[in-house]
């Protein structure tokens, strides 16, 4: 096994050392190439070991923020507060992945009821704009662009959390934001990864800088011309006002108050159509996870549309036919069915998921004799040029942060939580320290399509977070970010588990493939895609024989050593009978996974 994706290691976060001028001699080259991973004792030797404890666990983005939802557990706070003090922390440290712009979904195990309960906390678009107003508003644009005023659905971070915390919570809530307010007033230094995105978010946003208001954005994150730089200070004071204010008033501080109307005063002046009435009646929406038994008594588990995270359980159905496990992990053949299976069930997103309040889900695209169906289309011989949606019978769906905790009575938060694209619509109202997402980017114009924009409707969602059970009872949290690289990352890390033996760590430190491509949510429903087969990217550590074998079948395959386009990744198992917990972070990330 050790062969197999050896060459992870350092080459997606290693920086190139400085050119050396010596007698004509060309600069070293990077040091990823100069040098290779030391040895492990145990495990494999391009991993690490995972975080033990028993008391409680935390795994984010950030370790400041792991370290605040720990302080949260160890005062008495339930996983639920923890992880939504971690995730207001994230907000300020990660502004490129997410913030209270933004949506926020999670799946949350309680055992007192010994339950799961799912939690969309999804925005709307304005009640009072209609599909052909918006047209009007976009001229000869085909699509909703990523920047301005149009884009922007409500945000939904705020409500799901007080509605998570009425149910679940014990600590105040001003008790668990007081860190974050602390953190961007005093100042904290900014991580690696995410000096790294704010640059690149700077340079995009520079870019489009004519088609939007970057002035509040740019003076909140940029207010020197450039971006923080790894290991600076930044502060934040007007989110560590907007964070008092919400912990002391609640929730109608951000929806139905005097924020309220700066926010939508501030869009309206952008080009919005957005009312003080659209924020007031916002509300979450507690909803039903569903599962799906791959093998070994091990069951996937995810939230219903308007998320994509049925996707994975229709790719659990697909690859449930075919034992991976004859196969190494990193060869091509078990390369090649879990592609096609991604490119099955994603024919389905593109042309059935949507908000449900508007469009029916089939559920039977969730049964086990379609995923048998599906499964049959897939060629062993070659990558088909084109697939297209199922026929199910109509029965009744960027960049992110996803974080996990698991408290000591054995509850377990998988949260996720996004603007988006990038750190957002680049639109950020004054005074308030935010950006505001740009979800609604992901409409379809197409009046026939399940997904197609209309007044107070929620656009299809890429964020997800999982759960995974076996033997039927509560076993893991599990998220991967990165628009659609979510589901196919939830399976890959599934199946680097269950058939392939790894710890939590190696499953998400081994190599990825993100397949992009293939027919879109915002595409019209007639007509040709605009990329059938599209573009099969993986990391470095597939093996180089394994790449050319996937070309010869027929796939594009792109090899990129950067790590970023991979998804970030965090899990906590718990053992059902000791309570010992089991913790991995993301090696692409500046994160940490710690107990106690």
Same mark, same amino acid.
């Given at each position: 096994?050790?062969?197999?994706?050896?060459?992870? $290691?350092?080459?997606?976060?290693?920086?190139?050392?400085?050119?050396?001028?010596?007698?004509?001699?060309?600069?070293?080259?990077?040091?990823?190439?100069?040098?290779?991973?030391?040895?492990?004792?145990?495990?494999?030797?391009?991993?690490?070991?995972?975080?033990?404890?028993?008391?409680?666990?935390?795994?984010?983005?950030?370790?400041?923020?792991?370290?605040?939802?720990?302080?949260?557990?160890?005062?008495? $706070?339930?996983?639920?507060?923890?992880?939504?003090?971690?995730?207001?922390?994230?907000?300020?440290?990660?502004?490129?992945?997410?913030?209270?712009? $933004?949506?926020?979904?999670?799946?949350?195990?309680?055992?007192?009821?010994?339950?799961?309960?799912?939690?969309?906390?999804?925005?709307r678009s304005p009640k009072g704009q209609t599909l052909d107003q918006l047209k009007a508003k976009l001229g000869d644009a085909d699509a909703l662009p990523s920047v301005g005023a149009l884009p922007v659905?409500?945000?939904?971070?705020?409500?799901?959390?007080?509605?998570?915390?009425?149910?679940?919570?014990?600590?105040?809530?001003?008790?668990?934001?007081?860190?974050?307010?602390?953190?961007?007033?005093? $100042?904290?230094?900014?991580?690696?990864?995410?000096?790294?995105?704010?640059?690149?978010?700077?340079?995009?946003?520079?870019?489009?800088?004519?088609?939007?208001?970057?002035?509040?954005?740019?003076?909140?994150?940029?207010?020197?011309?450039?971006?923080?730089?790894?290991?600076?200070?930044?502060?934040?004071?007007?989110?560590?006002?907007?964070l008092q204010s919400i912990g002391a008033s609640g929730r109608d501080a951000f929806y139905d108050g005097e924020l309220t109307d700066r926010m939508v005063d501030y869009l309206r002046a952008q080009g919005s159509a957005f009312t003080r009435a659209d924020f007031a009646a916002h509300r979450s929406e507690w909803v039903e996870p569903a599962c799906a038994a791959y093998r070994k008594g091990f069951e996937l588990c995810e939230l219903p549309p308007n998320g994509q995270g049925f996707a994975a359980l229709q790719m659990v159905n697909i690859l449930k036919n075919v034992d991976l496990a004859q196969w190494e992990r990193g060869s091509p053949e078990a390369m090649h069915f879990m592609v096609e299976a991604k490119r099955l069930a994603y024919e389905d997103v593109a042309r059935f998921y949507a908000d449900p309040d508007f469009a029916s889900f089939p559920l039977d695209l969730l049964s086990e004799s379609y995923g048998k169906a599906r499964f049959a289309l897939i060629d062993r011989t070659r990558a088909n040029p084109e697939f297209g949606p199922g026929e199910p019978k109509l029965e009744g769906p960027g960049d992110t942060t996803y974080l996990t905790v698991v408290d000591g009575t054995g509850m377990m938060v998988s949260l996720i939580q996004s603007n988006y694209r990038g750190m957002g619509s680049g639109l950020t109202a004054p005074g308030t320290g935010f950006m505001f997402q740009d979800r609604g980017e992901l409409y379809s114009l197409d009046p026939a399509h399940p997904n197609a924009y209309a007044p107070a409707k929620r656009p299809f969602q890429t964020i997800i977070p999982a759960f995974v059970k076996k033997d039927g009872e509560p076993y893991m949290t599990l998220g991967l970010m990165g628009g659609g690289m979510q589901p196919q990352g939830h399976v890959q890390v599934l199946v680097n588990i269950v058939d392939y033996g790894m710890n939590l760590q190696e499953a998400g430190d081994a190599a990825r493939f993100n397949h992009d491509g293939g027919r879109q949510p915002t595409e019209p429903l007639e007509g040709p895609t605009a990329d059938p087969l599209g573009t099969l990217y993986v990391e470095a550590g597939i093996p180089a024989e394994t790449v050319e074998a996937l070309r010869a079948l027929g796939h594009k395959v792109v090899v990129d050593p950067t790590g970023v386009q991979f998804g970030g990744y965090e899990a906590i198992a718990r053992d059902p009978e000791t309570g010992v917990l089991t913790g991995a972070t993301e090696m692409r990330k500046d994160g940490q996974a710690a107990g106690y």
């Open positions: 096994m050790n062969r197999i994706l050896a060459a992870i $290691g350092l080459a997606s976060l290693a920086l190139p050392v400085a050119a050396q001028e010596q007698a004509g001699k060309e600069a070293l080259p990077p040091v990823d190439q100069q040098i290779g991973a030391g040895g492990r004792p145990v495990g494999a030797s391009w991993s690490r070991s995972p975080v033990i404890a028993q008391h409680g666990m935390a795994a984010t983005e950030q370790p400041l923020a792991t370290q605040v939802a720990l302080d949260i557990l160890k005062a008495g $706070g339930t996983a639920v507060d923890a992880a939504i003090a971690a995730n207001a922390a994230m907000g300020l440290m990660h502004p490129t992945g997410n913030g209270i712009g $933004g949506d926020l979904f999670a799946i949350i195990y309680d055992p007192a009821t010994q339950q799961l309960y799912g939690i969309n906390g999804s925005g659905t409500i945000p939904g971070t705020i409500d799901a959390w007080f509605t998570m915390h009425g149910r679940f919570g014990k600590l105040p809530m001003d008790r668990l934001l007081a860190p974050t307010v602390t953190y961007a007033r005093d $100042g904290f230094p900014v991580s690696p990864v995410v000096a790294a995105y704010l640059a690149g978010n700077l340079r995009a946003f520079e870019r489009m800088s004519d088609q939007f208001d970057f002035t509040n954005a740019r003076a909140t994150w940029f207010a020197d011309g450039e971006a923080p730089k790894a290991g600076e200070i930044f502060k934040n004071p007007d989110l560590a006002r907007t």
